[in-house]
Nanobody
């Protein structure tokens, strides 16, 4: 069974930063495209960013471009999301998932627990 464990969330003031991590196991992480998605209170899942295996190409939803950076460390089987200039509308539970997606993609509810990010003064 695929295991993905997110961490690094918390409460931060607007304009602050957080770095999320996702530890992966039981699958070939280095050859797998990986993404971050989020779910704000009372809303559906939203794709945030993807990093492709091999090329390392990254893509972002428009609302986080220039503020968030996705990266991966294949030696550590870990995915990251550096989030800067956080806004209240970034408040959500963040999940890492396998695969490459884009805005408007459909994906199933992640089975992992996710990590809560709350941006508030």
């Amino acid at each position: 069974e695929v295991q993905l464990v997110e961490s690094g969330g918390g409460l931060v003031q607007p304009g602050g930063s957080l770095r999320l991590s996702c530890a992966a196991s039981t699958f070939a992480f280095s050859s797998t495209h990986m993404s971050w998605v989020r779910q704000a209170p009372g809303k559906g899942l939203e794709w945030v960013s993807t990093v492709y295996s091999g090329s390392g190409r990254t893509t972002y939803t428009d609302s986080v471009k220039g503020r968030f950076t996705i990266s991966r460390d294949n030696a550590k089987n870990t995915l990251y999301l550096q989030m800067n200039s956080l806004k209240p509308e970034d408040t959500a539970v963040y999940y890492c998932i396998k695969g490459a997606y884009y805005s408007g993609s459909y994906f199933a509810q992640p089975r992992s627990q996710g990590t809560q990010v709350t941006v508030s003064s």
